[in-house]
């Protein structure tokens, strides 16, 4: 989505960004702006400028300003992006329209009411469901896990909850009981986690209607992720992963995670030898 | 697990659909290929019936609108249900498809049937 | 967010959004296609099992139906149906394939640039909608060229 080096000039750039206010408006409407942009400058910097010096009651909602937090998630020239990931001179337009994230209530102007995101991320039990409950609150060692065993899950646990995937799907634009893709990504990253074995705990929120069937790979929300979680991918595979529960194929209780106890672990680190030396002093 | 074995049987009978929808498309549009005969006189009447009367015809038919009406019903479902329902709309549209999902299969059964039993003269 | 807190506005897309809702790669069309053919087929088949019962009235009643199909805009209304199933059904295979998980490649680490399952399939896409538009083309040779 980067702009051809002849555009990246600086100039001034028109911002559309839309307001609402919830004490005056019963609608939102557009305002528009006008800022010098130089090389490097994000949405969100242009959204503190535009704050100091031009409209003091512009709000939204931000916090890291690097891309880490999932604060900052709006509807930036028609794509859900992260304004602090945004740089102004690379969007290649002279003029950038800001609005809210759709398919969230609008709180005012440019802050989403993330409340439904997290209420269905809440109701697919996102937390590690072992065999032996107690291990996950008192442990006595550490789980062994492999690479392969780590990397069947660890793309969906970069999620930061921004909340741009379900503004980007078409389910979620009519149907506010669909999961959504975080919430049926998440369901995959526990069930993938071979520490876990609650998809049977799982399945009454997951195996609905408005579960992961109503995805149709649009792949939207794969595009609109910043993270590169791939939600679309965790779908599908949830899907493949229901499918071969139903019929008797699924994840044994046996292939948990084992347990290496804690004295095991000491002496693991304890007999650990450091890597040869590579720099030879004189 | 009912929505899973659902959706399961949504993707299990399309193999069903394009092979015996593909030959009913090459039989009713391809007649002069196959059966050496023009595409009206394939359409005739006298050439349906002869088509209908056999078993295997009579069979698979019914198999191709169960599949094909089980399909379709699953997806038009998914649809209007994407819609935002009350769960009391949303329950009359489940029980809705399925009522008129079995009308028009029995429908077409009985058409297949009066077909493979046809009396010619009379 | 409590009862006594100014009104939120609505801003769900609704029906809008299964048409636009974005600068989003052509996946998210074919999935309109998809859900617009398949309406239209079902649609079809419905109407298709209920004209065909017309062979119950009798000959002439059945011969006069399959002289108004055979009338120019029945003709090319046929065409357009072939080619919704056509690549309803391409599509579908796709579909079919890659929501139980395959040819989307394996879960790894995400490293920026991120590439996503929906552009690593990309390729099986483009062989399926090519064959897809071959096969609406000589499908309908008979209509374009008789």
């Given at each position: 989505?980067t702009?051809?080096?002849?555009?990246?000039?600086?100039?001034?750039?028109t911002?559309?960004?839309?307001?609402?206010?919830?004490?005056?408006?019963?609608?939102p409407?557009?305002?528009?702006?006008?800022?010098?942009v130089t090389?490097?400058?994000?949405v969100l910097e242009?959204?503190?400028?535009?704050?100091?010096?031009?409209?003091?009651?512009?709000?939204w909602?931000?916090?890291?300003?690097?891309?880490?937090?999932?604060?900052?998630g709006?509807?930036?020239?028609?794509?859900?992006?992260?304004?602090?990931?945004?740089q102004?001179?690379?969007?290649g337009?002279?003029v950038?329209t800001?609005a809210?994230?759709l398919?969230?209530?609008?709180?005012?102007?440019?802050?989403p009411?993330?409340?439904?995101l997290?209420?269905?991320?809440?109701t697919?039990?996102?937390?590690?469901?072992?065999?032996?409950p107690?291990?996950?609150d008192?442990?006595?060692g550490?789980?062994?896990?492999s690479t392969?065993?780590?990397?069947a899950?660890?793309?969906f646990?970069y999620c930061?909850?921004c909340g741009?995937c379900?503004?980007?799907?078409?389910?979620?634009a009519t149907?506010p009981?669909?999961?959504?893709?975080?919430?049926?990504?998440?369901?995959?990253?526990?069930?993938?986690?071979?520490?876990?074995c609650?998809?049977?705990?799982?399945?009454?929120?997951?195996?609905?209607?408005?579960?992961?069937?109503?995805?149709?790979?649009a792949?939207?929300?794969?595009q609109?992720?910043?993270?590169?979680?791939?939600?679309?991918?965790?779908?599908?595979?949830?899907?493949?992963?229901?499918?071969?529960?139903?019929i008797?194929v699924?994840?044994?209780?046996?292939?948990?995670a084992k347990?290496?106890?804690?004295a095991d672990?000491v002496?693991?680190?304890?007999e650990?030898?450091?890597?040869?030396?590579?720099?030879?002093?004189n | 697990?009912?929505?899973?074995?659902?959706?399961?049987?949504?993707?299990?009978?399309?193999?069903?659909i394009?092979?015996?929808?593909?030959?009913?498309?090459?039989?009713?549009?391809?007649?002069p290929?196959?059966?050496?005969m023009?595409v009206?006189?394939?359409r005739?009447?006298?050439?349906?019936?002869e088509?209908?009367r056999?078993i295997?015809?009579?069979?698979?038919?019914?198999l191709?609108?169960?599949a094909?009406?089980?399909?379709?019903?699953?997806?038009?479902r998914?649809?209007?249900?994407?819609?935002?329902?009350?769960?009391?709309?949303?329950?009359?549209?489940?029980?809705?498809i399925?009522l008129?999902?079995l009308?028009?299969?029995?429908?077409?059964?009985?058409?297949t049937?009066?077909?493979?039993?046809?009396?010619i003269?009379? | 967010?409590?009862?006594?807190?100014?009104?939120?506005?609505?801003n769900r897309?609704?029906?809008?959004?299964w048409?636009?809702?974005?600068?989003?790669?052509?996946e998210r069309?074919l999935?309109?296609?998809h859900?617009?053919s398949?309406?239209?087929?079902?649609?079809?088949?419905v109407?298709h099992?209920?004209e065909?019962?017309?062979?119950?009235r009798g000959?002439?009643?059945?011969q006069g139906?399959?002289?108004l199909f055979?009338?120019?805009?029945?003709k090319?209304?046929e065409?357009?149906?072939?080619?919704?199933?056509?690549?309803?059904?391409?599509n579908?295979?796709?579909?079919l394939?890659?929501?139980?998980?395959?040819?989307?490649g394996?879960?790894k680490?995400?490293?920026?640039?991120y590439?996503?399952?929906?552009m690593?399939?990309?390729?099986?896409?483009?062989?399926i909608?090519?064959?897809?538009?071959?096969?609406i083309?000589?499908?309908?040779?008979?209509?374009?060229f008789?």
């Amino acid at each position: 989505m980067t702009a051809s080096h002849k555009t990246i000039t600086p100039r001034e750039i028109t911002f559309r960004v839309r307001r609402f206010d919830p004490e005056t408006d019963s609608a939102p409407h557009w305002d528009s702006y006008t800022l010098n942009v130089t090389e490097g400058m994000t949405v969100l910097e242009a959204l503190h400028q535009l704050k100091a010096e031009k409209e003091p009651t512009l709000a939204w909602r931000s916090s890291c300003r690097m891309g880490v937090c999932g604060s900052c998630g709006m509807f930036i020239n028609d794509l859900p992006q992260l304004a602090c990931q945004t740089q102004l001179l690379h969007l290649g337009t002279d003029v950038v329209t800001v609005a809210p994230l759709l398919n969230y209530p609008n709180v005012k102007d440019l802050v989403p009411n993330l409340e439904p995101l997290i209420e269905k991320h809440v109701t697919i039990k996102p937390f590690i469901i072992h065999p032996n409950p107690q291990e996950i609150d008192e442990p006595t060692g550490e789980f062994i896990q492999s690479t392969e065993e780590r990397e069947a899950f660890s793309q969906f646990t970069y999620c930061i909850k921004c909340g741009l995937c379900l503004a980007a799907c078409p389910t979620v634009a009519t149907d506010p009981l669909f999961l959504g893709p975080q919430a049926l990504a998440q369901a995959y990253r526990y069930t993938a986690d071979n520490r876990d074995c609650g998809l049977k705990e799982r399945l009454e929120a997951i195996d609905i209607f408005h579960g992961p069937y109503q995805c149709h790979l649009a792949g939207a929300c794969s595009q609109a992720c910043p993270k590169g979680v791939d939600p679309a991918f965790g779908i599908q595979l949830l899907k493949r992963t229901l499918v071969l529960d139903s019929i008797g194929v699924g994840k044994k209780k046996s292939s948990v995670a084992k347990v290496r106890p804690l004295a095991d672990v000491v002496k693991a680190i304890e007999e650990f030898a450091p890597p040869p030396r590579t720099v030879v002093s004189n | 697990m009912r929505e899973t074995r659902l959706w399961s049987l949504h993707l299990l009978v399309i193999p069903i659909i394009v092979v015996l929808l593909g030959t009913h498309f090459a039989i009713i549009h391809y007649a002069p290929v196959f059966y050496g005969m023009s595409v009206e006189e394939a359409r005739s009447f006298e050439v349906m019936i002869e088509r209908g009367r056999s078993i295997a015809q009579f069979v698979l038919y019914i198999l191709l609108l169960a599949a094909g009406l089980y399909h379709g019903l699953y997806g038009l479902r998914g649809i209007i249900r994407e819609l935002p329902l009350t769960p009391a709309l949303a329950k009359l549209v489940d029980v809705g498809i399925v009522l008129f999902g079995l009308f028009i299969f029995g429908f077409g059964t009985y058409v297949t049937w009066w077909t493979f039993s046809f009396k010619i003269g009379g | 967010m409590n009862s006594n807190s100014p009104k939120s506005y609505p801003n769900r897309l609704g029906l809008k959004g299964w048409v636009y809702a974005g600068r989003y790669t052509f996946e998210r069309y074919l999935y309109l296609g998809h859900r617009l053919s398949g309406m239209g087929l079902i649609a079809y088949m419905v109407l298709h099992i209920i004209e065909t019962a017309n062979r119950m009235r009798g000959v002439e009643a059945w011969q006069g139906l399959m002289a108004l199909f055979a009338s120019p805009p029945f003709k090319v209304v046929e065409y357009l149906l072939f080619a919704a199933a056509v690549f309803h059904a391409m599509n579908g295979v796709r579909l079919l394939l890659t929501e139980l998980g395959f040819f989307l490649g394996k879960p790894k680490e995400p490293v920026y640039p991120y590439s996503s399952s929906v552009m690593r399939h990309r390729p099986l896409t483009y062989v399926i909608m090519a064959l897809a538009g071959l096969i609406i083309i000589l499908g309908g040779s008979s209509l374009f060229f008789p």
